[in-house]
């Protein structure tokens, strides 16, 4: 059972300071590590599920975005 992390984080101008993926990333570390005791599987597992986690940041900010030029443009 597994679990993945996805994200636009390596796209985002605060990727050097923003700490939030590593923590997701790092919790799902630990509900994979809740089946193993001393590196061998538990005969009762506790983890069960699988899937993907998005990070779908809403102050998210893509480094390769154009910068607007000022004035009016054929989309306004």
Same mark, same amino acid.
Do not use: R, W
């Given at each position: 059972?597994?679990?993945? %992390?996805? &994200?636009?984080?390596?796209? &985002? =101008?605060?990727?050097?300071? &923003?700490?939030?993926?590593?923590? +997701?990333?790092?919790? +799902?570390?630990?509900?994979?590590?809740?089946?193993?005791?001393?590196?061998?599987?538990?005969?009762?597992? %506790?983890? %069960?599920?699988?899937?993907? +986690? *998005?990070?779908? &940041?809403?102050?998210?900010?893509? *480094?390769?975005?154009?910068? =607007?030029?000022?004035? %009016?443009?054929?989309?306004?």
């Amino acid at each position: 059972m597994s679990y993945g %992390l996805i &994200c636009k984080c390596p796209e &985002c =101008k605060k990727k050097k300071q &923003c700490i939030d993926s590593t923590f +997701i990333q790092t919790a +799902i570390s630990g509900i994979h590590a809740v089946n193993y005791a001393n590196g061998v599987i538990k005969e009762l597992p %506790l983890h %069960l599920g699988s899937g993907s +986690i *998005e990070i779908k &940041c809403q102050k998210f900010e893509d *480094e390769n975005e154009k910068p =607007k030029s000022p004035g %009016l443009t054929f989309d306004e």
